[in-house]
């Protein structure tokens, strides 16, 4: 992915997949990894963590640790900001494909 344009909306859009699940469950990377390669992204650790860190810095998400099998696993979960933001994208999201024609507007 070449073009810079592109490549930020490839950044968008794994922003709002992990913003999605984390408001279902609370996340952890490897396991996002994987949930992103059912969908085609194809990411390296050094690509999604960075992703992670900005999104909490920004307030859209937050992490506590936890001690799974004898090793500490960071998880992630959504902020009030972050499931205000994660809405608001989808509203944009709903009428871009919509005037793109994918789908009717609801």
């Known amino acids: 992915m070449q073009n810079s344009i ?4 490839f950044q ?3 922003c709002l997949h992990i913003l999605h699940h984390a408001q279902e469950e609370p996340i952890y990377g490897s396991w996002m990894l994987e949930e992103l390669s059912k969908h085609g992204y194809k990411l390296s650790p050094g690509t ?9 810095k920004d307030g ?3 992490h506590y640790n ?3 099998k004898g090793k500490i ?10 499931k205000m933001e994660l809405k ?6 709903i009428e871009l494909i919509a005037e793109l ?6």
Not at 6 to 9: A, E, H, M, T, V
Not at 73 to 82: H, L, N, P, Q, V
């Open 6 to 9: 592109s490549k930020r909306l």
């Open 12 to 14: 968008g859009f794994i």
């Open 48 to 56: 999604l963590y960075p992703l992670l860190h900005n999104l909490e």
């Open 60 to 62: 859209l998400i937050n």
């Open 66 to 68: 936890e001690k799974v």
């Open 73 to 82: 696993r960071k998880y992630y979960r959504i902020t009030e900001e972050g």
């Open 88 to 93: 608001e994208t989808k509203k944009y999201l």
């Open 101 to 106: 024609g994918i789908v009717e507007e609801e």
